[in-house]
């Protein structure tokens, strides 16, 4: 016993943290935004959008883009469960495995299209995502950008056969 408490334990907690570490980061990378990240996205924003003049498809359009920035993830619902689904195994466009919103929005080839500008490769695609997630300032911007993530999402809820919010 004294053998397991002095190196089989200390192995297996070892082991544990690694792979709990790995997998944090596949998560921080791949499917969510990580907190200290999401914490400036919550800041309160003096709107000025001429809201009225919204129509209803760009409203739930908006939804999306501020659930996803709420739970840092792809608002996919679980017909299952009823939560959101934000972290999918395989990407239905590129078979990328381990894929969430940073993917949908910023890297995969199944939406590039509805991207402005074809992606750089030395910009970070974390730093893509929060961009598209952070108020730009002015209503122009801002419908682009709800825009992008609801589209990127609902393109990827309808391949999944799930739903969005
Ligand atoms: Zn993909």
Redesign the pocket.
């Known amino acids: 016993m004294r053998q397991y408490a002095k190196h089989v334990q200390p192995f297996l907690l070892s082991s544990d943290y690694e792979w709990f570490k790995n997998a944090l980061a596949v998560l921080n990378s791949e499917g969510l935004i990580p907190y200290v990240d999401i914490i400036p996205l919550h800041q309160p924003w003096a709107a000025k959008e001429q809201w009225k003049t919204w129509p209803v498809s760009l409203w739930q359009a908006h939804r999306i883009w501020s659930v996803a920035r709420i739970i840092g993830g792809a608002p996919i619902l679980s017909e299952v469960s009823g939560g959101f689904i934000t972290i999918f195994s395989l ?1 239905p ?2 078979h ?1 495995r381990t ?1 969430g919103l940073q ?1 949908m929005v910023t890297t ?3 939406t590039i299209d509805l991207r402005r500008n074809p992606p750089d490769p030395n910009v970070d695609p974390r730093i893509l995502l929060k961009a598209a997630l952070t108020y730009p300032g002015n209503e122009k911007d801002l419908i682009a950008q709800v825009i992008l993530v609801s589209s990127a999402v609902a393109r990827f809820a309808t391949a999944f056969d799930l739903s969005t919010i």
């Open positions: 990407c466009f590129c990328r894929i993917h995969c080839p199944g």
